[in-house]
């Protein structure tokens, strides 16, 4: 049986609380619930189960080179500039974060995973767009672009399980959690 997986940080409820309300204004957005909102740091698709423990042990090792550190979210935009399919908030980019990313990364490729057809581009993705004219993107972006979220200290990451489903919102399921070091 294969997982379909993806290394991702959890986003502090706090920070989740504030946002939501943000979270608006765009007519044909599928809003993303709570329990959807992370930072994908490595997507590895449909996973064979003897490489997904492969993968974990990878993950662990991985973990132990990383100190916690702090996070914000910041600015918003979108992806598909002549399409728009997707709205995002940013996450302020650092050094910390992309080492943890290229990590997750390099894991994946020790484990033979396939490389990820996107560069790392640290954000949360809030809404699946079907039917949004430009313009109403375009304005979120703008009404968002100088939005900064309180800080909060990134102390584990985890491997996530996603499950697919029609009409509904993807089903996560955390299958391991990786303390990083204080």
């Keep these: 049986m294969a997982l ?10 706090d ?13 044909g957005a599928r809003w993303r619930p709570r329990e959807n909102l992370h930072v994908t740091l490595r997507f590895y698709g449909e996973i064979a189960e003897n490489v997904a ?3 974990d042990a990878e993950l662990g090792e991985a973990a132990l080179k990383h100190g916690q550190f702090d996070l914000r979210v910041k600015g918003a935009g979108f992806f598909g500039r002549e ?5 995002w908030l940013g996450i302020e980019d650092s050094e910390a974060l992309k080492s943890l990313a290229a990590d997750c990364d390099r894991a ?17 993705t809030v809404a699946y767009l079907a039917g949004t004219t430009l313009d109403r993107v375009i304005a979120f ?8 979220s309180e800080s909060w200290t990134v102390d584990a990451f985890f491997l996530l399980s996603s499950h697919v489903r029609r009409n509904a919102p993807s089903l996560y ?3 391991a959690s990786y303390p990083l070091a204080g």
Excluded at 15 to 27: E, F
Excluded at 83 to 87: K, V
């Design 15 to 27: 920070v989740a609380d504030r946002v939501r309300p943000l979270l608006r204004g765009v007519p």
């Design 108 to 124: 994946a490729r020790r484990c033979k995973i396939p490389p990820s057809e996107h560069r790392f581009r640290p954000h949360m």
């Design 83 to 87: 399409a728009p399919h997707a709205l």
């Design 141 to 148: 972006e703008r009404r968002l672009a100088l939005y900064e």
């Design 53 to 55: 423990e492969d993968l």
């Design 173 to 175: 399921s955390e299958e």
């Design 4 to 13: 379909r997986l993806f290394a991702a940080l959890d986003i502090p409820d």
